[in-house]
């Protein structure tokens, strides 16, 4: 069990509810109503907290006692910040208090994928040779949500920096699918999609270097969104494929999902590629109407491969979108096919280039040994799990003397043509409308031993990836077996404010993403 | 395309991994078979066509070359695996 002191933070945290209320009756709900506060948007709870309904110290303890009902089922938290998060939200609490106006994410709790940095808060990545990390400093992203008052609740588990479709590439155990216990979450942020599902937390921050955000988040039916490259800063993430990586939302809602971009997305000067482009008020954006945009289906999406019932409902989500005055059109992605093995060359290359710097002598876990070579080799031995050394011996030869040309180079000229697809498209269409996955939640165990099964579970997700184009993931169905189905909505380079907009409005005339997984 | 043992070695030495010999055979099998679904990428006809290494389209980026306070320094030293008092420690590059 990973999850230290959690018992006894649980009661210092009714303590401190108590205590605050003992300060300001007024702002106390009665303590019936208190078992749903969890359960709100980031905007409803934006709003009672405006009105002081109830307090960012009420909020906390209710999502602490939400995670202790599910933790020991799911393992979507590798480490929780009781003392941290308690301090914010009573900062919070008092900034309230004199009036301050607040901004949206504001006194909310949030789970922080562990493979993001966060100052003086443990942050492995999932890995055990960064089991003692604590980061000097935290992710820009993180940064500007704690600055504008968010709450860390605690570090999401995920497939060890990245690596995986299940998130069972963890060295700190595989999380569960909180609507089946025996089925994978999804990965590699399978903590935050099942944390998020929860209602543990009212968001998470997580990252998708290839489907990282959106196969979860439709695992677990909730709303993720694979930001634009280049949209928000990368600083302060553990790098996996440094030309694709994105850090983005996994939220309830798209209007969430927008509140937290509002917060997270502008120019870093710590990370040069990104955007020198202020991020839009998505929130208003995503209120203007969605008649007459023209939304592309990839006819390559839908052909053999995916399951039927995923494609039943994919179409349904798209006859819904239809009558809300989105004219839909078939156009064509004619390179898709060569996306997973053009991805698994290009991001393991980049990924063992990256991966290199966790050789145990600036930080985490050094094994002793003679020779320097045994130093970083057994460091590197004990310290990161198989899927992680595959990656890095898959890149490693494909950057080795002799294979450079055949492999790297055709791979990224593959990856220009990938890219040319989507350039294209875009100028026909203003979005495009695709699954998620072609297939459910599989259960815990199925593809472990097996790379390629696993790659391909990321076939609809990594094109985009590849181009640095938006996705957003939305729930739109379940499977016979109750199993979350999700709808990708693809936009372009910036093209944010559009997914948001249709899935936001996909979302007011639906309710798929309103259900809730069962404790039992 | 097959992967031999002996490849597997040379890649795994030159990325500082210590393969067990369990693992080295696993491996070896894994990475052809993920290699032999690559190989497609050889069909596709890229000729004349410029790779992409990059998608943003930014060119260089240049900032004033000016000294920002780090307060992060205790942490960092917190870090290192092994140290004494101040003396940051690292294992010797040359053979004894």
């Known amino acids: ?520 | 395309m097959k992967i031999s043992q002996k490849e597997i070695e040379h890649i795994a030495r030159l990325a500082r991994l210590e393969l067990t010999s369990a693992d080295k055979k696993k491996y070896a099998g894994q990475l052809s078979e993920i290699l032999d679904y690559i190989d497609q990428l050889k069909t596709v006809d890229t000729a004349g066509v410029t790779p992409t290494y990059q998608v943003t389209g930014l060119g260089d980026v240049s900032r004033a070359d000016e000294i920002q306070p780090l307060e992060a320094v205790k942490a960092i030293k917190d870090n290192w695996p092994d140290r004494q008092g101040d003396y940051l420690k690292v294992p010797g590059v040359f053979d004894k």
């Not at chain 1, 990252?207 to 600083?235: H, M, W």
């Open chain 1, 1 to 520: 069990m990973s999850i230290q002191g959690t018992v006894c933070s649980i009661q210092g945290f009714r303590l401190a509810v108590r205590g605050y209320s003992s300060l300001n009756t007024a702002y106390c709900s009665p303590n019936t109503q208190n078992m749903d506060l969890n359960q709100l948007t980031i905007k409803a709870a934006h709003e009672g907290l405006r009105k002081k309904e109830f307090s960012a110290s009420e909020l906390l303890a209710t999502c602490f006692q939400q995670l202790q009902k599910w933790e020991p089922k799911l393992n979507a938290y590798i480490t929780l910040n009781e003392a941290g998060a308690e301090k914010a939200a009573q900062a919070v609490d008092r900034r309230i208090a004199s009036g301050e106006e607040i901004s949206y994410l504001a006194g909310l709790p949030f789970g922080v994928k562990d493979a993001i940095c966060t100052e003086g808060l443990r942050s492995t990545g999932g890995a055990k040779i960064l089991d003692n990390y604590l980061p000097p400093y935290d992710a820009t992203v993180i940064r500007k949500i704690r600055a504008s008052g968010g709450v860390i609740i605690g570090k999401n588990n995920c497939d060890a920096f990245g690596h995986g479709a299940s998130n069972e590439n963890s060295d700190y155990g595989p999380v569960k699918n909180p609507w089946d216990q025996t089925k994978v979450p999804g990965g590699s942020s399978g903590g935050s999609a099942a944390a998020v599902a929860t209602d543990s937390c009212f968001y998470a921050v997580a990252e998708d270097t290839g489907g990282s955000i959106r196969q979860p988040a439709s695992f677990c039916g909730v709303t993720g969104l694979k930001p634009s490259y280049g949209r928000n800063s990368r600083y302060g993430i553990m790098p996996m494929a440094s030309s694709l990586d994105t850090v983005g939302p996994i939220a309830k809602t798209a209007w969430d999902a927008a509140a937290i971009m509002e917060t997270m997305a502008g120019f870093d000067p710590r990370d040069s590629t990104t955007f020198n482009q202020p991020a839009p008020r998505y929130t208003k954006e995503i209120e203007r109407p969605v008649k007459g945009l023209k939304l592309g289906l990839p006819k390559e999406y839908f052909a053999a491969g995916l399951d039927a019932e995923h494609e039943r409902a994919i179409r349904a989500a798209i006859s819904e979108l239809e009558s809300l005055g989105v004219e839909v059109k078939e156009v064509s992605l004619p390179h898709t096919r060569y996306a997973v093995a053009t991805y698994y060359i290009i991001v393991p290359s980049e990924d063992s280039a990256n991966l290199a710097r966790l050789d145990g002598i600036r930080y985490g876990v050094r094994e002793s040994a003679d020779s320097l070579f045994e130093v970083y080799a057994n460091s590197r031995q004990s310290g990161l799990p198989a899927e992680v050394k595959r990656r890095i011996m898959i890149g490693t030869f494909a950057l080795s003397h002799g294979y450079y040309d055949a492999y790297y180079t055709q791979a990224a000229k593959v990856r220009t043509l990938i890219k040319r697809d989507f350039t294209e498209v875009f100028k026909e269409v203003d979005a495009l409308v695709t699954p998620v996955s072609p297939f459910s939640p599989f259960p815990l165990g199925a593809k472990a031993d097996d790379p390629l099964a696993m790659y391909l579970a990321d076939i609809y997700l990594i094109p985009a990836s590849l181009s640095g184009v938006c996705g957003l993931s939305v729930p739109c169905g379940f499977t016979a077996r109750n199993l979350p189905i999700g709808l990708q909505l693809i936009g372009p380079s910036l093209g944010e404010e559009v997914v948001l907009r249709l899935g936001h409005q996909y979302q007011a005339v639906t309710d798929w993403h309103q259900q809730k997984p069962k404790l039992n």
